[in-house]
Nanobody
């Protein structure tokens, strides 16, 4: 499984960004996003399963929306009302069905300025 993330950038507080993660190869049961801010541990942002179930970190509920395409090879993270606390490198992940191992994509930087 290979993952290609995109969509990061610099945005002002209150603005929006949309991240994408494209999967190639392998079958996965779930995909999602983690983020890691400087000096902090990586934390789960949101996840979605193949049947559409979603989960979110409390800090992003009501602001971020995770979605997937019908082919189940791309996920999106719509991020609204961004704050400086959302500044981090965002990593997409995918959980492989057969091996149950987690694959990671390269990070994409999200920087929110005040």
């Amino acid at each position: 499984v290979q993952l290609q993330a995109s969509g990061g950038g610099l945005v002002q507080a209150g603005g929006s960004l949309r991240l994408s993660c494209v999967k190639s190869g392998g079958s996965v049961s779930g995909m999602g996003w983690y983020r890691q801010a400087p000096g902090k541990q990586r934390e789960l942002v949101a996840g979605v399963t193949s049947d559409g179930a979603t989960n979110y970190a409390d800090s992003v509920k009501g602001r971020f929306t995770i979605s997937k395409n019908s082919a189940w090879n791309t996920i999106y993270l719509q991020m609204n009302r961004l704050t400086v606390k959302d500044t981090a490198v965002y990593y997409c992940y995918a959980d492989r069905i057969i091996t149950r191992l987690r694959s990671w994509g390269q990070g994409t930087q999200v920087t929110v300025s005040s």
